[in-house]
């Protein structure tokens, strides 16, 4: 299995919501990141797990939660978001050591803040 | 700086090869990627080279890496309607673990 698959595809909440994003892959990559990618810009880092451990936080606001419940899962907790949170979050994985693979990314969830 | 540069648009006929070009800042680096990525789709690796190479050929992709310069280019021989889309490249510093420095993506596009 080669891949990460993130869930929801889409995602419509209010800004008084709480809901999650969920990433999932099963390389055994012990690096999982998520990413924040706004219309035809590359992808912005915020966070980054290391052996289930935070290694970094890109001083994103505490309205993203970040979790990483065992080496295969990573979820995003969302709470009072704002409009200007809209975007694309993309879950990636890599493997520490073996920077010739690259990261390995999902499809993205597509987050809109009403 | 710590910038990573790229044209944000080239326009190629079918059939045709395209070259995307890049820029990067720190002799340091280490491995430098070219992802692709499609409307509405995440991020897709094509290649990488590491940086003690000059040239990387994968079927249609060819790499090429000008250390004296920091330039970085990816040719795509016989370009298809399919190889629309956003082209990124992307270093990793030695001084990094996890972080990707990204250039701001050119958009290929494909002329009939």
């Known amino acids: 299995d080669t891949e990460v698959t993130q869930t929801p595809k889409h995602l419509v909440m209010g800004m008084t919501n709480k809901k999650s994003l969920k990433c999932e892959q099963h390389?055994?990559?012990?690096?999982m990141y998520w990413y924040k990618q706004k219309a035809k810009k590359p992808p912005e880092l915020m966070f980054v797990y290391s052996y289930e451990k935070l290694s970094i936080n890109e001083s994103v606001p505490s309205r993203f939660s970040p979790e990483c419940p065992n080496s295969s899962l990573l979820n995003l907790h969302l709470h009072a978001l704002q409009p200007e949170d809209s975007a694309l979050y993309l879950c990636?994985?890599?493997?520490?050591?073996?920077?010739?693979?690259?990261?390995?990314f999902g499809s993205g969830t597509r987050l809109t803040v009403v | 700086g710590e910038d990573v540069e790229q044209s944000l648009f080239l326009s190629v006929r079918e059939g045709d090869s395209s070259v995307i070009n890049c820029t990067y800042t720190d002799s340091s680096s280490t491995y430098l990627y070219w992802y692709k990525q499609e409307p509405g789709a995440g991020l897709q690796l094509l290649t990488y080279?590491?940086?003690n190479m000059d040239m990387k050929q994968d079927q249609r992709l060819t790499v090429l890496l000008n250390k004296k310069d920091k330039h970085l280019s990816l040719r795509i021989a016989d370009t298809q309607t399919g190889d629309s889309a956003i082209y990124f490249c992307a270093e990793k510093r030695m001084d990094s673990n996890y972080q990707l420095i990204w250039g701001a993506g050119t958009k290929l596009i494909i002329k009939p």
């Open positions: 390389m055994g990559h012990r690096a």
């Open positions: 990636a994985s890599s493997q520490p050591g073996q920077d010739f693979h690259g990261y390995t």
């Open positions: 080279i590491f940086s």
